[in-house]
């Protein structure tokens, strides 16, 4: 499991990650951040699951769960640069 914590303009996010074969297969997104509804986030985990473990494809699932939403202080570029972070294997 691979962890990383970005920072955005208002909150931190943390992601930990499991990939296996080239593929998301766990993820955890954590923080201190402002999303809602709140569900949103365990969308976005969900929708990454079985997720190739590319910039476009993480992009794509994050873009389509978290496009209801309503996000203070952080976009979905920060969303994707702190699961990328953690799929490098943390060095941010």
């Known amino acids: 499991m691979s962890v990383c914590e970005v920072k955005a303009r208002k909150g931190l996010i943390r992601v930990k990650v499991v990939i296996d074969e080239g593929r998301i297969v766990n993820v955890s997104i954590t923080g201190d951040f402002m999303v809602l509804p709140e569900d949103s986030v365990f969308e976005a985990e969900s929708r990454l699951i ?5 910039e476009s494809e993480v992009r794509a699932a994050l873009a389509s769960a978290l496009s209801g939403a309503s996000m203070t202080g952080v976009t979905v570029d920060d ?9 490098r294997g943390g060095e941010g």
């Open 50 to 54: 079985g997720v190739r473990a590319t």
């Open 79 to 87: 969303f994707v640069d702190a699961v990328m972070c953690a799929v």
